[in-house]
């Protein structure tokens, strides 16, 4: 019980956190067909902007500026890159997103350097919340949550309950037929581009001080951010923050349970031993293919369900 | 167009006219190529390393270098990858260089054991000795030693003995938790056999093997361990695997005790914090302290010098004793000349500069130099980065006392005349 509460909350520290990164992704990679590579870019800007901010006045005005600036880069890249090379098909997008990631992790590197930054959790929340079981939880992962869920709540009103969001969401599904009503989608498209880079950069903010902020850290966090999108569906963001939640709780609850294949076998009544067939991947505990488990998902649900757990059209 | 290419022919003579300056300064130095992660999750320690090799150039340089040339470091980052060491390795000898130098990845020196044998073997006139300074896998010096390769720091088992006798007496379950790849596997396996030998009473409830430099957030281990109720924690992770083990330890507040062979690495002292005050221990060559302690002034002036200008602590007494093992066995050869050099590090014996004795096994090149047992802990003379709390001795152990013997076969080439 311990291991599975203190589990569960560490689980959904991670899958929130995913969900800040995935949710502005899948809006793009709806509207526009394209993976945008250059998202996880956009949460390692986040972070260092919020460390060099932070610097000057402070972690609380950084959780505000560091955003918008990666949102203003966010509509510059769509107004004056993207739009430009959409003539040309989704490959060239996509090949420009995965330059444009290459660039600005170099960027990265010549500005701040090729080690990790001291970007720190903020002093007044550098504190046990509470105690289960004997085990701290650090405040500032509740504020992680706490900044997640807000967040989560604010998309889905502004999807659901405002007339900027109901286009919004009508061009996920119809993008032509938006259009054809006479609807400016380029704004629409650098909106939600600008929009979902302030929500990674945001991630950025408060997660680069929960891990570490270097520059390997938007390629660490890509991969794992696609499989989110894809595994959650198109233009679904319930679908994103049902898969964000269980690919972060997933990832967790692998490290706590030391079971192989050869313990499921076994209550089949089969015991694996050296002789066995395939005995090394049959007897390999579950931790350590821990970080394996979502790419599994993700090539499973390609093949089963192409459109993603909730999505509405086909990839 | 013809502008243009007066330009580009202008360009690329400035260019040319910059670099040719330190090809021609270079011809008159010793230049070592050194090789260690500068970039990827790992690149603090190899900054870390590489500012303290400066450091002690400097001071070795100083003191007229060897056969009066200077000492020159060339690094080259390798990202953690065997392939790029090895393209470091290609680099040294295509510029001729005597040695090449590598801290950080068991699989790495693994590799350049075998390269640098192989380029040896082939070329008889331009060798290359591999210089290795902390790569610690224990079979390196044993099944896989080879002539080239003179490893500059103890190894895991030697270190594992140092674990074993250092735990305390009412510790009787740990946890081991380590990098699944060559160097983490050693500790796995020597610790064990280490504990099993001296403290049998000590009872190993958990066994861990985590991917290398991946994991961000290792708060589910912690969990793990506390629900396994271990006591302490033995973990051989360096780098980000360590920082991130700890400070996650830390920050949960689990009541546990934490013995490492790297925490006292760059970064540690602050993942550990002031919250950890006494509960994290640490197998090292040394402390800033430790020059305190012993009254030796003169290393405490310098170790002082470069904590003034650098943000972290001095920890690399034992890059010194390269340097200064070099430097004597350089001047004794009488020649640049790797194989000569080579020769001349077998059985070395030397003080270090803390006056402890320290020599280069002539049968397995592995040294064997005194040993700390370093606790972080509050009102220590000189803290660590910053924190308050630093390193104090609680064990030194002498080469004589970790003195294991090695299986060690080596092919060796003949004794030039």
Redesign the interface.
Known sequence: M??FL??LL??LV?GMLLFMLASGLTLIFSMMGVLNFAHASAYMLGAYFAYTISLFIGFWLALIIAPLICGLIGAAIEMWGLRRVHKNGHIAELLFTFGLALIIEKVV?MTWG???V?YRVPALLDF?LF?LY???F?AYRAFMLAISALMFGAIWLALTRTRIGLIVQASLTYPEMVSALGHNVPRVFTLVFAGGTALAGLAGVIGGN???T???MAF?MGPIVFVVVVFGGLGSLIGCFIASLFMGLIQ??A??FDYSLADLLRQFGLTVTSSTPFAEVLTVPL??IG?LLPYVLLVLILLVRPRGLLGTRDT | MKVLRTFVAAALGSAVYAISPQVALGQDTIKIAYTDPLSGPFAQVGDANLKQFQYILDFINAKGGALGKKFELVPFDNKSQPSDALIALKSATDQNMPFILQCSGSNIAAALIEGVEKHNERNPESRIIYINCGAVATELTNEKCSFWHFRFDVHVAMKAEIMARAMPKDVTKVYLLNQDYLFGQSVQRDVKAYLAKLRPDVQVVGDELIPLGKIKDFSPYITKIKAAGAQALITGNWGPDMNLLIKAGIDAGIDLRYYTLYAHLVGGATAIGPAGDGKVRSVMSFSENHAVEIGNKDAEAWTKAFRDTHSFDFYAAGFRTIFEHLQSAVNKAGAVDATKIAFALEGQKMKDFLGYDTIMRKDDHQIVSEYLVGVFKKGVKYDSEKTGLGWATEATILANDIDQPNVCKMKRPEMPK
């Open positions: 311990e291991v203190v589990s560490n689980g991670y590197q090729l080690i990790a001291p046990p105690t004997g085990t701290n650090p929960y891990h570490t270097e520059p390997s660490t967790t609850f490290v706590v931790p350590r970080a």
